[in-house]
């Protein structure tokens, strides 16, 4: 680990002035916000990141659960993983955000992680956090070592020729399968980007992730109210039966009318470069009666555009059973 | 390539034909004749991966020179062979070194031998004359700590239609450094587990750029019976014969490689208790035939074997005047209950409560106990704890018969008895005891010591062929769940009996078993050590992306011990049992797994791909 310079910020005009003399918001930022500290201290750990100054932005009041006028719900960017998932109104409402996030890490490390920092972990890829590796993430023009190496746990949708790396979080799929908006704050004032075009696909620039700029912070995530009727589920398929990141996963939210799919929000996590909403799935469920054969279809269209690597190709199909069985259990309790 | 690199050693060969030049291990009979003529037959190849060891506590070394002394601090599992090798690198006599490891987190074999970093350390401290303490990181745990070694091996079997067994051939090959002579020995079992007129086991090693390989629980023998007992599972069902039938068909009566009989086996009965408590006799054959709530259950079974064996060992007991007692052993705990273990001896020998017994290991200035190691430090150091505490008794009943003024003073040694503390006259009974305490006080003497000794029979120190055939024994009746709809496989439940001597503390004993068969599971389903295939360099080198298995991955274990003491090993008849849980556990669950799925995996883990 590098020395750094740690401070407090009191409020986020503070925060958002001293991050906004940072080079890039991205891939070796040299400041960083920190909030739980469990990817960003890991990552420094390793020298993957290297900032000589670090902010801390747990005291800022970004901390509160607060239901909106319209029935949507207003999640602070500093509100702990913990107490995210174990809300009432998330519990009842927004079920599948709670089974994601209690899916992921362990109690210890959900009780320091934050909804800003969970919207910004990093990939689990292991070339990109081994400094002795070649990664395109990591040291842009260095090479992918993964596409020629070891990829059993890498992305299958959203690749690119520079970075097949998965966005590892179990929250974030819920969150796009909720439609969630992140509202950020910045040094030309507030904005609010939907989920859907936060992260951005690797490209020739896998070391740019998200659409933040220096200074800016996220305060807080909206998600919009529950549709009526409408029940969610989180499925995460990995090896072992806890305490891993997900092969595959899948969010879906859905609504069902007599026997008919009213309403169809598909996510998919563990493979994809950025958390993986499915459109495609989406159109071949909505309107459909809830039969395992349309979930095929559906589950079939998510994965059309898989490219599977020399050693993840079972995600195709792991990704599809993973799918079609979320959607079963789903409706079937609906 | 190295240029001293024997033919048989080549990379390219070995990896693809076994070696021109096998290496013979074990043979009788013709087993080529009698595979071929024989009417049933298996032949395919398992392989399981490179592991690593993963004990919790990172390897490290705290190094302080003293002059012409050298201290290390180590959390070693043989701190005598830390010593010898230290003080051969190091051109120090022997007395000049001293190891101390009074706790060890956790080794599993990989701290059996020094590795580099505790000789950088000794001479970074010489340099500088100050300690110095080097902790090697998770990272480097993978890569020249020590790992299993990858094995690959061709097992041939032939049967008659009845299900006898009339040819074993086991060919294996495994992966090792450029440097070392490490041996992973698979064939250790295979000679003389199963009654075979004709067999044959052949090794060849592969060189590879590579960390060196080292022991790792169960070296050898849980990687050869995987492969054993995997084939002993598909040639049983290829005959339609019970599995657990097709070991009773094949039982021997004596150890046929050696021609003696085993000093104590019972694994058919070991077989029958674990089909009891499982309830395999409700197991219906077809694959993927037995269901519950929902579940796909797959039922599969193996059976383990562990060799028995002592190293020397030697052991100090003082007796001393405040009525306690301090047993000294240089030894160590690795976690498994040693120093609880010679408390127990040395109380139930002594009579002295177990609050007062104090137990002092892990120290190269105390009599030279044997290693962690081989599940033999149990086994060893009963018999010369046994002899230290006769000798203490001794000097004790000679201090009690020549002090004047003793109540015992002119009675001979031989009409004294020593029992529970007290000493007293044969004929009268022990009721008339005085508490040894007592004597000692009166004799104005602080302690009496007692030292004992036993000889190794294992290792190089063994000559002659022994009398018997002395192993553990043991099987594994294992429960997996199945879901294709999410290619979901979970180790449900798991039956383990085993026949390993007479054990002493029954919790302990439990705990071992009950952690082998964990990682067990890790064995068969997660664990690999990945190379990265264009530097080398081992790429899942942390424990998050080496998948081990954790508590949600651990069902209901059931742990049986038949106790049989085994009086050929040691007096008290105890066998170690820190490895043999892991034997056959592999075999056991993808048996099951085929059972359940259909699909059999012949190269470990049993990795979600292999099964959609
Ligand atoms: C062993 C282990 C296992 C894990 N397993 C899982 C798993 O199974 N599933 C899963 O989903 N996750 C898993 N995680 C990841 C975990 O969820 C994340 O580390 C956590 O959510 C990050 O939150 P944090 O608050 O600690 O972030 P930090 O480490 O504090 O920050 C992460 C990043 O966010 C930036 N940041 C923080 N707050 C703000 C803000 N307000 N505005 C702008 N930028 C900000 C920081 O600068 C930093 O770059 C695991 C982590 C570990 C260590
Ligand atoms: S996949 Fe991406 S993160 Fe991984 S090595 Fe390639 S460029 Fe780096």
């Known amino acids: 680990m590098k020395l750094f310079e740690l401070s407090r910020a009191d409020d986020p005009g503070q925060a958002i002035a001293a991050g906004a003399k940072a080079t890039t918001a991205q891939q070796g930022a040299d400041i960083r916000f920190i909030a739980g500290g469990t990817t960003l201290i890991d990552l420094m750990k390793l020298n993957v990141e290297a900032p000589q100054k670090v902010v801390d932005v747990t005291h800022l009041p970004l901390a509160k ?76 023009g260095s090479g992918c070592a993964a596409i020629t190496g070891v990829n059993r746990s890498l992305a299958i949708l959203g690749t690119s020729e520079h970075c097949i790396a998965t966005n590892p979080s179990d929250m974030n799929v819920a969150l796009a399968a909720l439609e969630a908006i992140i509202h950020i704050r910045g040094t030309k004032g507030d904005r609010s980007v939907p989920i859907s075009d936060f992260h951005l696909l690797p490209g020739d620039t896998p070391q740019r992730e998200t659409v933040l700029e220096p200074g800016d912070l996220i305060i807080h995530v909206t998600l919009p109210p529950p549709a009526p009727g409408s029940r969610s589920f989180y499925l995460k398929l990995r090896d072992r039966a ?58 079939d269209a998510a994965l059309r555009d898989a490219k599977p690597q020399s050693q993840n190709g079972f995600k195709v199909e792991l990704a599809k059973r993973c799918l079609v069985h979320a959607l079963k259990l789903v409706t079937q309790t609906a | 390539m190295n240029p001293d690199l024997k033919a048989e050693d080549d990379p390219q060969v070995v990896a693809t034909t076994y070696g021109p030049e096998h290496r013979l291990q074990s043979e009788r009979g013709d087993p080529d004749a009698a595979f071929a003529k024989a009417p049933a037959k298996l032949d395919q190849t398992y392989v399981t991966p490179s592991e690593t060891h993963n004990p919790i506590e990172l390897q490290g070394t705290t190094a302080i020179w003293d002059g012409q002394m050298l201290t290390l601090y180590e959390e070693s599992q043989a701190i005598f062979n830390m010593r010898t090798v230290l003080a051969q690198m190091f051109g120090l006599p022997k007395e000049n070194v001293r190891v101390i490891t009074k706790f060890v987190g956790s080794g599993f074999g990989s701290k059996l031998w020094p590795w580099t970093h505790c000789s950088l350390a000794a001479a970074a401290a010489r340099q500088l004359g100050k300690p110095v303490k080097l902790v090697l990181s998770r990272k480097m745990m993978f890569q020249t700590a020590g790992h299993r070694a990858r094995t690959q091996q061709r097992m041939r079997l032939g049967a008659t239609q009845e299900g006898k067994l009339v040819s074993l051939m086991q060919d294996y090959v495994y992966e090792r450094s450029m440097l070392d002579e490490y041996h992973e020995n698979c064939g250790e079992a295979t000679p003389f587990h199963y009654s075979v007129p004709n067999l044959r086991v052949k090794f060849g090693r592969a060189r590879r750029n590579i960390g060196s390989p080292s022991d790792m629980r169960g070296p050898g023998a849980v990687p050869g019976l995987y492969a054993t007992e995997s084939a002993m599972n598909e040639l049983a069902d290829q005959l339609k014969i019970d599995p657990v039938q097709f070991r009773v068909l094949n039982e021997p009566k004596i150890d046929e490689s050696l021609g003696v009989p085993f000093s104590s086996r019972h694994l058919l009965e070991c077989l029958q208790l674990g089909a009891e408590k499982f309830g395999w006799s409700k197991r219906t054959p077809e694959i993927g035939s037995m269901k519950r709530d929902g579940l796909t259950l797959g039922w599969g079974m193996a059976t383990a074997a562990w060799v028995a064996a002592r190293f020397a060992a030697a052991a100090n007991i003082q007796l001393r005047d405040d ?51 081989g599940s033999m430090a149990t086994a060893s150091v009963i018999p010369a704890v046994l002899d230290a505490a006769d000798d203490a008794i001794k000097s004790l009943l000679t201090v009690a018969t020549t002090t004047p003024g003793s ?30 305490a007592d004597l000692l006080r009166s004799a104005d003497l602080r302690f009496v010591t007692g030292n004992g000794q036993s000889n190794a029979t294992f290792g190089e120190e063994k000559k002659e062929k022994p009398k018997f055939s002395t192993h553990s024994y043991g099987c594994h009746f294992v429960e997996v769940t199945w879901q294709p709809e999410i290619a979901r496989l979970r180790v449900n439940r798991v039956v383990s009996v ?56 651990v069902p209901k274990l ?37 059972h359940a799925t259909g699909v059999r995996v012949r190269e470990l883990p049993i990795t979600i791909e292999k099964l959609i």
């Open chain 1, 65 to 140: 659960i607060e239901t909106l006028s319209d029935g949507g719900l207003k999640i602070g960017a500093m509100v702990r993983n913990s107490d995210l998932a174990y809300h009432p109104i998330v519990r009842k409402d927004y079920a599948v955000l709670s089974e994601a996030i209690l899916s992921g890490a362990s109690p210890q490390l959900r009780n320091m992680a934050t909804t800003a920092g969970n919207l910004l972990q990093r990939t689990r890829c292991m070339y990109f956090r081994d400094t002795t590796m070649p990664c395109n993430k990591r040291e842009p």
């Open chain 1, 242 to 299: 806890s305490y891993e990141f997900a092969l595959a996963s899948a969010a879906v939210v859905v609504t069902v009318d007599g026997g008919k799919i009213t309403g169809a929000r598909v996510a998919l996590g563990g493979v994809g470069t950025k958390p993986w909403r499915s459109p495609e799935a989406e159109t071949e469920l909505t309107g459909q009666a809830a039969t395992e054969a349309v979930f095929r279809k559906a589950a």
């Open chain 2, 323 to 373: 009525g306690t007692t301090r047993i000294a052993c240089g030894t160590q705990d690795i976690g498994t209950g040693t120093y609880t273990i010679l408390a127990q001896l040395a109380a139930e020998r002594t009579g002295v409560p177990l609050e007062k017994v104090e137990v002092a290991l892990g120290d190269t200035s105390l009599p030279e106990g044997p290693v962690s190691g």
């Open chain 2, 407 to 436: 109540p015992f003073e002119k009675r001979k040694n031989d009409e004294l008895a020593f029992e529970n503390g007290r000493v007293f006259v044969k004929a009268n009974g022990p009721a008339s005891g005085v508490p040894f």
């Open chain 2, 498 to 553: 085993m026949d390993a001597g007479r054990i002493i503390n029954p919790l302990a004993g439990r705990n071992q078993i009950e952690g082998a068969v964990v990682m067990g599971i890790g064995m068969a389903l997660f664990e690999h050590t990945t190379y990265d295939p264009q530097n080398g360099a081992p790429i899942n080198s942390n424990v998050a992306d080496y998948i081990m298995a954790v508590n949600a991955d």
């Open chain 2, 558 to 594: 059931e742990v049986h011990f038949l106790d049989y003491p085994d009086t050929e090993i040691n007096p008290l008849g105890a066998r170690g049992i820190g490895e043999i849980g892991l034997a056959g556990i592999a075999a056991a669950i993808t048996a099951a797994t085929h």
